[in-house]
Every structure is written in structure tokens, then in C-alpha cells.
């Protein structure tokens, strides 16, 4: 899977793509939610921390499902209507594409320790997808020579970031430009 970094960059493509109907106080929290909804499925690396000490007890399953991200966006219409916010058709399809973006970078991760890839038809099967052409590097969190901690701050993860930046930058640069 990509780091936290590569997809927090995909966070900044969507934010780029939506920020002109924004005004410039509203901005810093709607960058907030686009790096937030960009990551949120590895939130599924904390219970197994928690209770295990284990990252990867749960990872990578359920909320790397399209199910996953159907359910984000049926809970962002509900929100939606809750709120009365207008233009809500651009918000669901705002929110649909970081969720998606999650699952996509993560089909495009390297994996060299089975199962690789994610469990992207969950619940309708326990399998795990990845993509034929992979082009990010595996970050690494859960290494049994080394803490947690260690692990993420690893040379490895360092070089990792840096390719996702190399390869994502870019797009969020020309989502930038683009508008
Ligand atoms: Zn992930």
C-alpha cells in the first residue's frame, strides 16, 4: 500500500479540483476532510494495533472493498440531506472519488507477501485483488525485527515516499493547473 503521504497527495488532487467554488476561509477544511477521506480506509490498521499489536491483523480487508466505499457515500448523502447542503451531486462525487482513490493506489502496490493486494469484492469474497502492473513500492508497518515506530521511519518507507511523490505530484500539479 502507499504511505499516508501518497495518498494524502491524492487528498490534494481533490482538493484542487474543488477548491475554485470554495471561499478562502472554508479551504483549509475541506483540504483537511480530501486528506482525511483519502486515507481513511487504513483506519483498519488501528484495531489490530490496539489490541493485538498488530497493524496488519485487519488490514486491508473490509474497508478496501468497494462495499466500503458504496456505504461512504450512501453516509455522505444522509449527511448531506441532514444538513441541507446544496449541490450535493458534487459532493458525493467529490467523496467517491478519495475513497476510490485509496482503493486504486493500493491495486497499484507491489506486494511481495501473500495476500497481496486488497479485498476489494467484500463481503461477496474474502479474495484479494491487485493490479497485473504495479508501480509503488510496498510501505512498510509492520516488520518483526523492529518497533512499529521503527518500522515507519524506516529507509525503506523513506524511499518509498519518495517515489509516490515523484509519481503523484504531478497529477495533483496538473488537477492544480487544470482549473
Ligand atoms: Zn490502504
Partial sequence: MPSPVGHAIAGLAGFFLIRPHFKKRQKLPLLGWAVFVAN?????????????GDPAMFHRQATHSITAAIVVVLLTVIGLRLNKICDRKTWVVWIAF????????????????????????WPFTSDYF???????AGFDYNNPNLSFLRTIFSWNNFFTVLREIAILAP?????????
Fill in 40 to 52: 481513511s480506509p487504513d483506519l483498519d490498521m488501528i484495531p489490530g494495533l490496539i489490541f493485538a
Fill in 98 to 121: 478519495l475513497y476510490f482513490s485509496h482503493i486504486f493506489l493500493d491495486l497499484l502496490v507491489t506486494d511481495t507477501i501473500p495476500p497481496a493486494g486488497v479485498q476489494a469484492l
Fill in 130 to 136: 491487485i493490479s497485473p502492473v504495479t508501480i509503488f
Fill in 171 to 179: 497529477v495533483a500539479y496538473l488537477c492544480k493547473r487544470e482549473l
